[in-house]
Nanobody
Framework: QVQVVESGGGLVQPGGSLRLSCAAS????????NAWYRQAPGKERELVAN????????NYVDSVKGRFTISRDNAKNTAYLQMNNLKPEDTGVYFC?????????????WGQGTQVTVSS
């Protein structure tokens, strides 16, 4: 059974930092791409950052470039999202997604999310 579990969220003041972790089990972690999404109250879920299976390719939404860093440790079956200089608009539930595509078929696994609140 595949499990994807996020952790590391919390309440932080503007300008602060958090590191989110995404631990996955029940799958071959190193062949899955990883992505972080967030959903603010009343808004649609948006892609924040993604990283390919070997960690050689990373992409970020413009609003977090220079502040967030996505990474992964395939030996630990864990992905990370380091968030620095947090802003109130970064508030939301952050979700981790593991995905792979073979022969046009996409397989995805999502975590339950972790709340990040940026407020003074």
């Amino acid at each position: 059974q595949v499990q994807v579990v996020e952790s590391g969220g919390g309440l932080v003041q503007p300008g602060g930092s958090l590191r989110l972790s995404c631990a996955a089990s029940g799958l071959t972690f190193s062949i899955y791409a990883n992505a972080w999404y967030r959903q603010a109250p009343g808004k649609e879920r948006e892609l924040v950052a993604n990283i390919n299976s070997l960690g050689g390719s990373r992409n970020y939404v413009d609003s977090v470039k220079g502040r967030f860093t996505i990474s992964r440790d395939n030996a630990k079956n864990t992905a990370y999202l380091q968030m620095n200089n947090l802003k109130p608009e970064d508030t939301g539930v952050y979700f981790c997604k593991m995905s792979r595509m073979i022969a046009g078929t996409v397989t995805e696994y999502w975590g339950q999310g972790t709340q990040v609140t940026v407020s003074s």
